[in-house]
């Protein structure tokens, strides 16, 4: 089964499930979110023939939560029968040929959260966070479909602020594409569990400093929901062409 984590104001990928249960958070034993454009819930069901667990939604560090209620969705899912895991969010572009509105798959990641869901000794190899045969079905699938998709690193914060643009400055000098509050505790959690996790960022909007234009979720919210349609035709086509062909 493959699980899935919807990011903000990406929900509309789920309407595409063709959905045989519902869980709310509480049943994962998870708080609700109390971010816009996070439902909350868990859809079970399947999409293009193949069974699927989306978590429509997630809690975040800077709603006041630790990283174990963070990833407690991804153990859940794991719990149910998940063997591989895609995750969303939605991030600002810091990659000035990364446009908004575009997706970027994530080659690697920063933590800059100062936070992990592991504790003691969980020496845990994050040298492939992100599988390799995943993102290359996706590129393969990005290429026949001719949706611009761009891989990149993201760099995970804490948040609820968006970024100075001094901040910026120095997550370009030190490699970063994309910046967001959410992904990377999900994905540590994941490869601690033997789960090969693929994530992709709708990017949103300019990160501080590269447009005058200021920044807001709303603005976030819209550009996901209008870039949900790429990614529900990539995620079909490579659950039709190389999962279900495996």
């Not at 920063?110 to 040298?127: C, H, I, K, Y």
């Not at 996706?138 to 891989?151: Q, W």
């Not at 505790?185 to 447009?211: D, H, K, M, Y």
Request: charged share 20%; with cysteine.
């Amino acid at each position: 089964m493959i699980g899935m984590v919807l990011g903000s104001g990406l929900g509309p990928l789920a309407d595409e499930i063709e959905i045989d249960a519902e869980f709310s958070f509480s049943d994962a034993g998870m708080p609700e979110s109390s971010v816009p454009g996070h439902s909350g819930k868990f859809l079970r069901g399947r999409l293009a023939g193949a069974e699927v667990l989306v978590m429509k939604g997630r809690v975040h560090l800077y709603e006041g939560h630790s990283a174990q209620v963070v990833t407690a969705g991804v153990r859940w899912m794991v719990q149910q029968g998940v063997r591989s895991l895609v995750l969303t969010n939605a991030a600002g572009t810091l990659n000035t040929d990364f446009s908004p509105g575009e997706w970027m798959m994530l080659s690697d990641h920063l933590n800059l959260t100062r936070a992990s869901p592991l504790q003691g000794a969980e020496f845990v190899d994050m040298s492939e966070a992100y599988d390799a045969r995943w993102r290359a079905a996706f590129r393969d699938a990005a290429n026949a479909l001719a949706i611009p998709l761009h891989e990149g690193v993201y760099a995970g914060l804490r948040g609820p602020q968006f970024e100075t643009p001094a901040e910026i400055r120095m997550l370009r000098a030190i490699g970063a594409d994309a910046v967001g509050m959410s992904t990377v505790l999900e994905t540590i959690q994941a490869r601690a569990l033997g789960v090969p996790v693929v994530a992709f960022s709708c990017l949103t909007n300019w990160a501080a400093g590269i447009s005058s234009t200021p920044l807001n979720h709303e603005e976030v919210l819209e550009t996901g929901k209008q870039a949900a349609g790429s990614m529900t035709s990539l995620l079909k086509r490579v659950i039709s062409s190389y999962v279900l062909a495996d």
